[in-house]
């Protein structure tokens, strides 16, 4: 599964990265009940968060889909690293909390950013999600989106 | 139990809508591991968001105890499509985020009218449930208030 | 597990308190397929907000910490009153949201006050969770800090 899931991020020209590290008292990813929580992801690279700011201000759509797929990258990561692909039976519900100005409302094509990268990558069956999206005030580093990730493990 | 659901509506002059359409590429309802993750649901009647703005600005506190039970409702219609009322232990814990205006502080009025109707229509034990409730700057459609919930299924 | 709780509790000048009671039509603590839900905790002390208004502008990053730690504070009071500290298998994750002031990004500080709580009071392997933190325009009762808590229980 973890070859696939390379692959598939291959041919799509991404890899999958070394998962951000925890910035304070917490674990990335809390396995528990047969599910793994994992600790809200941010868009990340090599430890910089590279799509700052609000969406419809200084960042487009575009940037806030990019920003979504490397959000949903970093979930990928954490879950390599700390549980296993083939460990997954499927992801639960995604949440998004953007930083959005007025009279922006492109929220559910960024969000598909995140939402294809997981389809595509794990398949449809393990991929597929439920999901919601928020704008608010301010996020941590002023990222432009913070995502949260859950899911279920095999039994 | 679904003939049930839909006499508790009627007593209250409601009726089960069709659910709305995801807007993007995820699930309306996701089933994975026992439990029913549904997406996000807004004050939709007919495909349109009917409650928009900011309670204490545009909208007062009945205005958006009318828009959660809304909520409540899309949320049940979408239940009653993809998984089925028969099949829910319990509903978990909703959270909602609301559209909101300096000074306004009527939160929890607003959200009963989510619980209220969960509770009427699903039973006490059923219905019941823990809930979170934030005040936030935008949300997509500019709706008043976002519902997301969260149920057990039988096992 | 009770009189370890309360030990380690006043080893750091902290009693349990008496659970906030529920300011609507919900639960404060859903028990349902093996997992507990915990409806959002303030920092309430003997029914009163104590910590109110923004980091970074009426509130610092020190008193956010303490705001924080009360709010899991009574997240554990919740526990005990409804649940038992002896059915906890596991801590999930933890959602902040935060009232804070332009240009204050002191986001995981604050939240390691409710992070630390709960791993030196429930120790290491109950109280290790991920989390996800947001800054929000309003929060019920001008609270500057708002926790969501999910707990696994022993099968």
């Excluded at 889909?65 to 949903?72: H, K, N, S, T, V």
């Excluded at 296993?84 to 492109?106: S, V």
């Excluded at 301010?138 to 493990?153: N, S």
Aim: charged residues 25%; proline residues 5%; glycine residues 10%.
């Amino acid at each position: 599964m973890t070859d696939t899931v390379a692959a598939r991020l291959a041919a799509r020209g991404l890899t999958l990265p070394d998962p951000p590290k925890p910035g304070g008292m917490y674990d990335s990813v809390r396995v528990v009940g047969g599910v793994a929580y994992v600790s809200v992801q941010f868009p990340f690279v090599d430890g910089e968060v590279v799509f700052r700011g609000r969406l419809g201000h200084e960042l487009t759509t575009e940037d806030g889909y990019r920003a979504a797929e490397l959000c949903a990258l970093n979930v990928l990561a954490q879950i390599n690293h700390y549980v296993g692909f083939e460990r997954i039976l499927g992801l639960n519900r995604i949440e998004a909390h953007m930083l959005t100005a007025d009279g922006w409302d492109d929220f559910p094509k960024v969000l598909d950013g995140a939402s294809r990268l997981f389809i595509d990558v794990l398949g449809d069956e393990v991929g597929r999600h439920a999901r919601a999206l928020f704008g608010v005030e301010r996020l941590p580093l002023d990222a432009t989106i913070a995502l949260t990730a859950t899911l279920t493990l095999r039994p």
